[in-house]
Structure formats: structure tokens, C-alpha cells
């Protein structure tokens, strides 16, 4: 099962991990990214950052369908540092 995570990398050192989220943002539990060509995979396309903070993810789900997911910058970081 392919799942989606946020971390947070050094801006100056990309290689250089500074928080990682514990729980995946995406994952295949819905029955839309369990089936199709290929089932129980989700992964990223693209994402957008908007000036009010809203991060709009363009993802596909199981090599069938492209889906939108939104979250805000601001709950990703909180996150990340929270486990």
C-alpha cells in the first residue's frame, strides 16, 4: 500500500531531515484508491501553496482517477513536529 507523508528538510541542507509527520496525510482506505489498474496506491502529482496558506495536493489513486485533497501549510508543520 503506497500512502503520502509530509516532512520538513533544511533549506540550505535538503538532505537534512528536520521533522517528519508519524501518520501518512494520504493513504488507500477509500474504496475509489483500492480499485483500478493499480489498487491501494495513492501518489503525488503536484501541490499548490495559496496566499492564504491553503496547500491544494493533486494526487492520483490507484492509476485511475486524479484527486485534490486541501489541507494549510500551518497544519502540516504542526504536525510534523507533533509526531
Known amino acids: 500500500m503506497y500512502k503520502l507523508g509530509v516532512c520538513l528538510l ?4 535538503p538532505c537534512r531531515v528536520i521533522a517528519r509527520c508519524r501518520h501518512s496525510v494520504l493513504d488507500s482506505k477509500e474504496i475509489y484508491k483500492r ?5 491501494n ?12 496558506d491553503e496547500a491544494k495536493i493533486y494526487y492520483g489513486a490507484a492509476d485511475q ?14 504536525a510534523c513536529y507533533e509526531g
Do not use: H, S
Not at 10 to 13: H, N, R, S, V, W
Not at 35 to 39: H, I, S
Not at 68 to 75: H, P, R, S, Y
Open 41 to 52: 496506491v495513492v501518489f503525488c502529482n503536484g501541490a499548490i501553496v495559496e496566499d492564504d
Open 10 to 13: 533544511d533549506l540550505k541542507d
Open 35 to 39: 480499485t483500478g489498474d493499480v489498487p
Open 65 to 78: 482517477v486524479v484527486c485534490l485533497a486541501t489541507t494549510t501549510v500551518d497544519e502540516r508543520v504542526w
